[in-house]
C-alpha cells in the first residue's frame, strides 16, 4: 500500500485494535492474474507472536479452494471521512479524504472440517453474539453438523503488516483544529469517529 512517511501506522497493537473494531473486511487473492475478493468477518489474534486471521467461506465460493498455499492481501478499512478546503487558512487548497487502513498479506491454512471449525464458529460466536453461544450449543448435532458442511473455514498468519493513518497530520495545527471541529459536528458517524481518531494524534 502506497504510504508517505508521515501517514504510517507503525504500532502494531494500534494496527490490531483497529482490525478487531472494524473485523468486516475484504480478502483479495488472485488465479491467472484475476483478482478475485469476498468480504467476510474475520477474527483477529495473537499466536506464538504471530497476528492471526481466521474466518471461513461458503463452500460454493471458488475463493475457499483457490486461496490454499497462495499469497492472500485482507484490507481493514472504516472509517472515513471528505475533508473540505474550507477548512484550510489559505485559498489555494483542494479537498481530500481522511482515513484508516490496514493491509494484512499472508498464506491460508485450512481448517479441518470437525473440530477445528467447530471450535472456529464458537470463537466467533464469542466474539460477535456471546449470548448466541448457548442457543448454538442446544441445536440438533445434526443441524450444526450440515450448517458446517457447507463452510471453509481458514486462518491466515500475517507475515506483512501494513497500516496507515491518513489524518491530515500534514496540515498546520490551526486546521486540523478546524476540522476536527468540523468532524465532531457531524451526524455521519464515521465522519465523526474520523475526528475522534485525528484527536488521539495530538
Given at each position: 500500500m502506497y504510504t508517505p512517511k508521515h501517514f504510517q501506522l507503525t504500532d502494531e497493537q494500534e494496527a490490531i485494535s483497529f482490525m478487531q473494531r472494524y473485523s468486516f473486511a475484504t480478502i483479495v487473492t488472485a488465479t491467472d492474474n484475476v483478482p478475485f475478493a469476498t468480504h467476510l468477518p474475520f477474527l483477529v489474534s495473537k499466536r506464538d507472536n504471530k497476528i492471526v486471521?481466521?474466518?471461513?467461506?461458503?463452500?460454493?465460493n471458488p475463493q475457499a479452494t483457490e486461496i490454499i498455499g497462495k499469497d492472500g492481501l485482507v484490507i481493514f478499512t472504516e472509517p472515513h471521512a471528505y475533508i473540505s478546503p474550507k477548512h484550510y487558512e489559505k485559498e489555494t487548497n483542494v479537498p481530500t479524504w481522511n482515513y484508516i487502513a490496514v493491509h494484512a498479506y499472508g498464506k491460508a491454512t485450512i481448517l479441518s472440517e470437525g473440530e477445528q471449525t467447530a471450535g472456529l464458529l464458537a470463537q466467533m460466536i464469542s466474539n460477535y453474539e456471546a449470548d448466541y453461544l448457548t442457543q448454538w450449543n442446544n441445536l440438533p448435532d445434526e443441524y450444526k453438523q450440515r450448517m458446517m458442511k457447507g463452510i471453509v473455514a481458514f486462518e491466515i498468519i500475517v507475515d506483512d503488516?501494513?497500516?496507515?493513518?491518513k489524518l491530515s497530520q500534514n496540515r498546520s495545527e490551526t486546521e486540523r483544529e478546524n476540522i476536527i471541529n468540523a468532524l465532531g459536528k457531524s451526524?455521519?458517524?464515521?465522519?465523526a469517529e474520523i475526528g475522534k481518531y485525528m484527536s488521539l494524534l495530538k
Open positions: 486471521l481466521s474466518s471461513h467461506f461458503a463452500k460454493a503488516l501494513q497500516g496507515k493513518q451526524t455521519d458517524t464515521t465522519e
